[in-house]
């Protein structure tokens, strides 16, 4: 086979075959086939699309470019979530647990912060003593234990995918649906869970700006599941404001664990459920999203789901009472406030600007090898549909540095919007729900 045929029949709007996307992954894998020629596979996939069955094989192709865990030892069928990446997005801390406590074993692979988006491995590092880098044999020993365990990537899960993502970003390739199916699905498919529910994102704060893309994304990768041998659901969720009420590492663990108490932000809490009702619907546990609601409520409000959490952080390396006692009182000590510059009602948070805000507050990073502070990030006083007077605390504040603050303050007024008028009610933020049986 030649790389340069491959190139030239995709370009000219060919279907390729299984053979044909695995000698592509392999050379790119073994450095076999150059970058210039990858590159132009890639923008020739990127301009004449991929079939289901092509996006299929690229991501099966992917998938074994690298390891894969075996769960077969695992009793009963397990689920994860994939969100497609958002502002204040701690979903995944609370939601583990809840959908553990429901019975449901919880593999959870997961990457860091990256530009706008935070990321749930920062998020955990900032307990003190967690370990986020667990070897195959501590990861499922901790799940067998708690029920659900936590780990970020290693070197070794889906090294396709690396060459490709970097090779995207500079060739102006990444906003392919088929290409973005196969990176998120080979990563998430290598920790060997069952099931999977995509959180798929659309809206100013979101990687996919507008319903119908969003719907396309999550069909895809529904379907592309699917064929992978997975149980597979989506949500389309909003990603307008940021979500709940803390942006930051530690902050949104704080957070989480109001989720956990019950006490936690209506928004996220919202989510949080729905996405739990979906995990444990696909793993069997209840026939309908109501009943799966109704058994992530009561695994809160048993105190389970909570007991859940700790057992998984004293078993990570974390010191369970050390972080209770450390709620409200890690703070950086560059501390600002954002006053409301009019009485008015707050319009919105623009979630893309607050996120942007976080890379200079040293929330976020614009480079993986750059090192985030656990303590910064912003508690946001007034949600979206409140009414403020002038000199009202709209947001308190952490960065890194003073400078770092300065910046992300400039950045963060500017992302609050004001109206006269009273808005409506807040929308739910789920906008729709993907099922298996729909993406057929
Ligand atoms: N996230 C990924 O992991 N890959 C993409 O291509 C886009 C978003």
Redesign the pocket.
């Known amino acids: 086979m030649q790389a340069s045929e491959i190139i030239m029949k995709k370009r000219d709007g060919g279907r390729l075959s299984r053979d044909e996307i695995g000698f592509i992954i392999r050379g790119c894998t073994g450095r076999t086939i150059p970058d210039y020629q990858i590159s132009a596979w890639l923008m020739a996939v990127f301009l004449r699309g991929m079939d289901d069955g092509e996006t299929a094989c690229l991501t099966d192709a992917m998938l074994h470019s690298g390891t894969v865990m075996d769960l077969s030892g695992i009793p009963g069928i397990s689920a994860d979530k994939h969100s ?2 958002g502002v204040g997005d701690k979903i995944s801390i609370p939601l583990a647990p809840i959908v553990a406590a429901c019975g449901v074993p919880v593999p959870m692979m997961s ?1 860091r912060a990256l530009g706008h988006t935070g990321g749930t491995l920062d998020k955990l590092d900032s307990i003190s003593g967690y370990r986020t880098s667990l070897s195959e044999t501590e990861f499922k020993s901790i799940l067998r234990s708690c029920g659900y365990a936590m780990t970020g990537q290693t070197e070794t899960v889906a090294p396709a ?1 690396r060459i ?2 970097a090779l ?1 970003d500079v060739t102006g390739t ?1 906003e ?1 649906i088929p ?6 699905l080979s ?2 498919a290598a920790e060997g869970t069952d099931a999977l529910v995509f959180d798929v994102k659309c809206g100013r704060g979101a ?1 996919m700006k507008t319903q119908a893309d969003a719907e396309r994304l999550a069909g895809m990768l529904v379907k592309t599941g699917k064929a992978l041998g997975k149980k597979c659901a989506a949500l389309i969720t909003r990603m307008e404001n940021p979500l709940g009420t803390m942006t930051g590492n530690f902050l949104e663990i704080e957070e989480s664990v109001d989720i956990l108490e019950g006490k936690g932000p209506a928004d996220t809490t919202e989510l949080t459920l729905a996405l739990a009702a979906k995990m444990c619907m696909l793993a069997g546990k209840c026939a309908t999203p109501e009943e799966g609601r109704q058994m992530a409520e009561q695994a809160v409000s048993g105190g389970q789901a909570m007991e859940c959490f700790l057992r998984n952080v004293a078993a990570q390396g974390g010191n369970p009472d050390q972080l209770l006692a450390e709620r409200g009182k890690r703070r950086s000590p560059w501390k600002a406030e954002i006053r409301a510059d009019r009485s008015a009602y707050l319009a919105g948070i623009d979630a893309y600007a607050a996120g942007m805000a976080g890379i200079p507050l040293g929330v976020g990073r614009t480079r993986t090898d750059e090192p985030v502070f656990p303590e910064a990030g912003v508690i946001f006083r007034v949600k979206p549909g409140e009414k403020v007077q002038a000199g009202d605390i709209l947001m308190e504040v952490y960065g890194k540095n003073q400078s770092g603050l300065d910046e992300g303050v400039l950045r963060l007024q500017q992302a609050v919007y004001y109206t006269e008028e009273k808005p409506e009610e807040p929308e739910s933020l789920l906008l729709k729900e993907i099922d298996d049986d729909e993406s057929k």
């Open positions: 497609t990446g990457g995918d490709l993502y995207r990444v392919s290409l973005i199916t196969a990176s998120i990563k998430k990687f």
